[in-house]
């Protein structure tokens, strides 16, 4: 591992950590909160690669729990982001390529409409009307909160046109993003089952009482698959367009060392 790769994994793990811990939602009645670090999460794998993306996702993360006074998720969330950030770097930049072109259109089409079927889905029943926004609160940054009402019909809007751009970018465009969302959705995936096992198996051993009392995995499961679906729409547009800044190669490819002319990861 060269200076290069060690220097943007420290990058990453800072933006997993300042975009998990900036923009929080608490959610009622739980101890867990919604968040849109996943974002850097998946942008980073998708970009860096699975040991880049496995460390920044697992500490980054774990970061941002402890500064936002969750101690106790800190070690499931080092281990659960973690795995995810490897998954999604190792699907989308090693395995997933591989794939034929025709194939992957159909694959992304199919996903594609699981997915905006779920955004709705979830959006409308579970993330609208009225909610409270936290901005800052980690690192001695002051907090500020503000209410924030989102319409039911904001979802399925949302939804349809998530489709629209993955169904044109899919056919017309890069059949290339394709395998970006099918990583992702195999990450997410991972991650939605990991806390959900986490809190039922895990915390309820470890936890103080009273934070036992306010566990509610079965409730967090939509917001957990929310914030996958919400980092998806969000960082395969991204990184895509990084990588045609880049002409394509990622910023997780093999560099030269010109001194020895050898190869290195």
């Known amino acids: 591992m060269n200076s290069q790769t060690l ?23 739980t101890t867990g909160y919604f968040n849109v670090g996943e974002i850097m999460v998946y942008t980073c794998a998708l970009l860096m690669g699975p040991y880049v993306g496995a460390f920044a996702g697992g500490v980054g993360s774990m970061i941002s729990d402890l500064s936002l006074g969750a101690p106790y998720f800190a070690p499931g969330t080092l281990v659960i ?23 992957w259109r159909g694959i992304t089409l ?5 997915f905006c ?24 940054i ?8 989102v319409p039911l019909l904001f979802w399925p809007v949302l939804g349809t046109v998530a ?13 290339k993003s394709g ?43 939509p917001f957990n698959v929310a914030q996958a679906l919400i980092g998806l729409l969000v960082a395969v547009p991204l990184v895509r367009s990084i990588k045609r800044i880049t002409r394509g190669r990622g910023l997780w490819a093999p560099t030269t060392d010109v001194s020895s002319g050898s190869r290195k990861q």
Not at 184 to 212: D, K, N, R
Request: no cysteine.
């Open 7 to 29: 220097a943007s994994a420290a990058i990453f793990t800072a933006f997993v950590a300042a975009a998990t811990s900036v923009f929080t939602i608490y959610i009622p009645a």
């Open 142 to 149: 002051p907090s500020y909160a503000f209410d924030l009402q």
């Open 110 to 114: 199919g996903f594609g409409l699981v």
């Open 81 to 103: 982001k973690g795995i995810e950030g490897f998954i999604v770097g190792y699907l989308g930049t090693r395995t997933f390529p591989k794939v034929t072109r025709s194939g």
């Open 117 to 140: 079927l779920a955004l709705a889905y979830i959006g409308s029943e579970f993330l609208s009307g009225d909610f409270m926004i936290t901005l800052g609160g980690a690192w001695n």
């Open 179 to 221: 395998q970006s969302v099918m990583s992702v959705l195999v990450g997410g995936s991972e991650m939605v089952a990991g806390y959900y096992l986490y809190e039922s198996l895990i915390l309820t051993l470890i936890a103080p009482a009273s934070v036992v009392a306010t566990l509610a995995p079965a409730a967090e499961v």
């Open 163 to 175: 489709f629209v751009i993955i169904a044109f970018v899919a056919t017309r465009i890069e059949v």
